[in-house]
T-cell receptor, first 113, second 115 residues
């Protein structure tokens, strides 16, 4: 049990729609990061937030955006969904930075049809 | 840009046998190195990590890994595999960019354990 919870666990959306995925981090964890894991692949880093500011981003287009809130929760928003966005989305929280340890949630399985 | 290679997509071992999972990285300096394990339907769990110092690091569940700078490798080992070790294993490197720590994962190695 990592103390990181994600909701919903599964989601089906139609191409072109928008989706919001949620993550609740451990209390006191100032860093949250989000990942896309396609079937049979490793997690790909989308971005991370430190104390509500984005401070690192992977190779994802601007239609992937996020927010981090003072209560240690965060959101991943994806606009204009494409079929290739179908994947497991993971969030991870860390006490300060990735240099310590990242605690992962169980993920949200997004299917775009 | 950094990259991580896990050359083995699947590895099959018998219960009780030894295990070595390979990981190679490409980066100009020594990154932070991690091994994570993912069981079906679960998130990732940290097995061990290397930042600096002793190149042989011990982790949870009896795993260890050795950092070899000359080979840019960080291979994961276990002397005796248990059936419960069957899972997906990911090597990750974390590098710094503009004051941020950026993780890059390998594609994973699926471990199959035969009784």
């Amino acid at each position: 049990e990592t103390g990181v919870t994600q909701s919903p666990t599964h989601l089906i959306k139609t191409r072109g729609q928008q989706v919001t995925l949620r993550c609740s981090s451990q209390s006191g964890h100032n860093t949250v990061s989000w990942y896309q894991q396609a079937l049979g692949q490793g997690p790909q880093f989308i971005f991370q937030y430190y104390r509500e500011e984005e401070n690192g981003r992977g190779n994802f287009p601007p239609r992937f955006s996020g927010l981090q809130f003072p209560n240690y929760s965060s959101e991943l928003n994806v606009n204009a969904l494409e079929l290739d966005d179908s994947a497991l989305y993971l969030c991870a929280s860390s006490p300060d930075s990735w240099a310590t340890e990242a605690f992962f949630g169980q993920g949200t399985r997004l299917t775009v049809v | 840009a950094q990259s991580v290679t896990q050359p083995d997509i699947h590895i099959t071992v018998s219960e009780g046998a030894s295990l070595e999972l390979r990981c190679n990285y490409s980066y100009g300096a020594t990154p932070y190195l991690f091994w994570y394990v993912q069981s079906p339907g679960q998130g990732l769990q940290l097995l061990l990590k290397y930042f600096s110092g002793d190149t042989l690091v011990q982790g949870i569940k009896g795993f260890e890994a050795e950092f070899k700078r000359s080979q840019s490798s960080f291979n994961l080992r276990k002397p005796s595999v248990h059936w419960s070790d069957a899972a997906e294993y990911f090597c990750a490197v974390v590098t710094t960019s503009g004051g941020s720590y950026i993780p890059t994962f390998g594609r994973g190695t699926s471990l199959i354990v035969h009784p």
